[in-house]
Every structure is written in C-alpha cells, then in structure tokens.
C-alpha cells in the first residue's frame, strides 16, 4: 500500500509538464570540479540540461546508490550531449578536489560527470537554495585511531533545464528513480 | 585447537589471501559453514579508491533449528570494519547507523544490501577495483569463523 502512495505521487509528479520547482537564474555561485577547475554554478551549465546528486565520498552506501542512478541515467538516455552530471558534495571540509577525483575515478566516470564543490559558505548557501540538508549523525574512531563523523543528508537528484531551472526532483537512492527520470526527459522533449 | 589460536590461523589465511592476486570468483558465490548450516551467498562490495570508504553486501541463509548471529565483519587490508544499516531519518534525511551484531534467526535469512544492513570498509589500503575480490572474516556467535571471497563490481 505505501510503496502504491509513493508510485502515486511520483506518477503525479511525473504527469506534470516543466513545473518549476526552483528558478536558479539569478544565482550564482564559484565552485571547483575533481580536477580544481572553477565553475560558476549555474552559468556555466547554462544550454544544458544538468543532472545533480548530493553526495559525500565518506558515505558507504546511500551516495554510492544515488552515483550509480546517475550513471543509471546517463545509460538510458544513451549518453545524450546536451545533458551534464554533476555531483555536489556537502562536506566541502573533507571532500577536497582531490577526494573527488578519487570518487569519480573509483566509478570510472567519464568527461559528461563533474563532482564539484566549494569553500563552506558557498557550499552551505548552494545547499539552503536547493533544499538540501545535512546533520552529523554520530562519530566512530576507527581501530587506527582516525575520528570519523557521518552525516544524515537530503536525498536527492534533480534535474535543471538549459534555462537553469529545476524541473524534476526524487528521492535519490530510490531503485525506481531513473526509470523515472528517463520517462520524464522523453515528456519534456516531446 | 583454542578459539584464539584457530582466530589466528583464519587472520594469517585471511592476510595470504587479501594479499594474493587477483582470482576468478565462482558466479554463485556460496560458501557452507558447518556442513551447510549457514549459508552466505552473493556477496560483493563496491569499487573504491584507497583510503576512502566502500561497502560490502552478501545473504547469510541460516539453515538450523536454532538462532546464530553475525557478530562481527573484518576485512585485514583496511583500516577499519563495521556493520552499520542506513535508515529513514527525521526530516526526511536518509542516514547511517552501527549495529552492533546481526541476529540470523533460525531457518531464516539476513540480507545485507545497498540501502540496507551493510559492512562499511573504511580506508582500505588499496584500490577496490572492478574485477579484483577480497577476503573477509565473519566471526559468529555460533562460534564458527568464516573466510569469504567475494567480487568487487558496481552493482549486484
């Protein structure tokens, strides 16, 4: 019954023609990709369609998840030109351009994936825009002495038209979203 | 044989294995403990680059009467392991927790899965890469330890 309510109401939202949920236009922020290239969040992005995952590299198992729905998509779309991906990290503190680098790397992601992020105010400022939240859920110190904090966080990927505007926007780790997504590309392109 | 010194011997064939290597994996992937009275199956863990964090999954299938429970994972080659379960959290937050230990009840089945119950490895000394595998040591409460191989690949 609950897994009918949730179908429900992304079949509704998935009926709905390029509601604006965010209009980012006016925004601007300077972030850094892997490779600590700087990127102005969104202009750069502007004629493209941006796919976007929020994500951390300490994160084991859910931010895989929502990276492996983004390659997902990427799939079935078969790879399309006009569409970027972008995976935000939301701990700007540990996630160096380095760190991201590593995580691209350890997914095999090609040029059509950036993983970007950006000093803590402007990471924090991107995240309030788009509704993203994020709270330490508890601290460990591994058996070689490393103190390690984990955090609840949004679960999400969006995704902006070429006009900078969020148009569609699920739970992120859920199986079900890039079919989802792929069903909603074909309805805005038709 | 002492439960310490047979703990031994499973850590120094877990540190062979670990550092062998890479080896084909059986497709099925099953290992019988106990002439079959627990069962682990399809396990595999996510690629990962050194020093980051990864996650490895797999079916624990208990086939006795009585309960058992996994107390414990540990994989040599990594700073650290852990079984935590990611869970619904307030706000509509996904998140992380520990568990301590994973009860098998009898006749029954434990899946760890993505989303779900899981053994985060955390900073492993080398790249976890698609194709390689790795040994990990499950230690139950029915006293029997375990070595298992299992594939590292993006998705099961």
Not at chain 2, 1 to 9: D, E, F, G
Not at chain 2, 16 to 30: F, G, H, M, R, V
Not at chain 2, 111 to 135: A, C, Q, T, W, Y
Request: net charge negative; with cysteine; proline share 5%.
């Amino acid at each position: 019954m609950r897994l009918l309510l949730v179908l429900s109401f992304f079949l509704f939202f998935a009926c709905q023609r390029t509601q604006v949920i965010d209009d980012l236009n006016d925004a601007s922020f300077e972030l850094l990709t892997q490779d600590s290239v700087s990127v102005t969040f969104p202009d750069d992005y502007k004629g493209k369609y941006v796919v976007m995952g929020f994500v951390y590299t300490n994160c084991p198992d859910i931010c895989p998840l929502i990276t492996q729905n983004m390659i997902k998509i990427k799939e079935e779309l078969g790879s399309p030109e006009d569409v970027h991906f972008l995976g935000f990290s939301f701990d700007p503190e540990r996630d160096t351009p380095s760190k991201l680098a590593e995580y691209k790397s350890a997914f095999r992601l090609d040029d059509s994936f950036d993983f970007i992020t950006g000093d803590t105010t402007t990471v924090s400022a991107l995240m309030d825009s788009l509704r993203v939240r994020t709270q330490v859920s508890f601290t460990t110190t591994t058996d070689a002495g490393e103190e390690l904090y984990f955090l609840n966080h949004s679960d999400k990927i969006m995704v902006m038209d070429p006009q900078s505007r969020v148009i569609i926007e699920y739970g992120g780790s859920q199986p079900m979203v890039p079919n989802l997504i792929v069903e909603d590309f074909q309805k805005i392109r038709q | 044989m002492t439960r310490l010194a047979s703990r031994s011997v499973l850590l120094l064939i877990a540190l062979i294995l670990a550092c062998s290597p890479k080896q084909e994996t059986p497709e099925k992937n099953t290992v019988n403990i106990g002439n079959g009275s627990l069962e682990i199956s399809n396990g595999w863990a996510r690629p990962a680059h050194a020093r980051m964090m990864t996650a490895a999954y797999f079916t624990i299938r208990n086939n006795e009467t009585f309960a058992d429970t996994l107390l414990s994972v540990s994989y040599a080659n990594a700073d650290d392991t852990q079984i935590h379960e990611s869970y619904e959290a307030d706000g509509g937050m996904m998140g992380m927790r520990p568990v301590g230990a994973v009860p098998i009840p009898a006749n029954s089945g434990v899946e760890l899965k993505p989303g779900g119950i899981h053994v985060m490895i955390i900073r492993p000394e080398m790249n976890l890469s698609e194709g390689d595998s790795i040994v990990l040591e499950l230690a139950f409460s029915s006293n029997e330890l375990q070595l298992i191989r299992i594939p590292v690949k993006a998705s099961n």
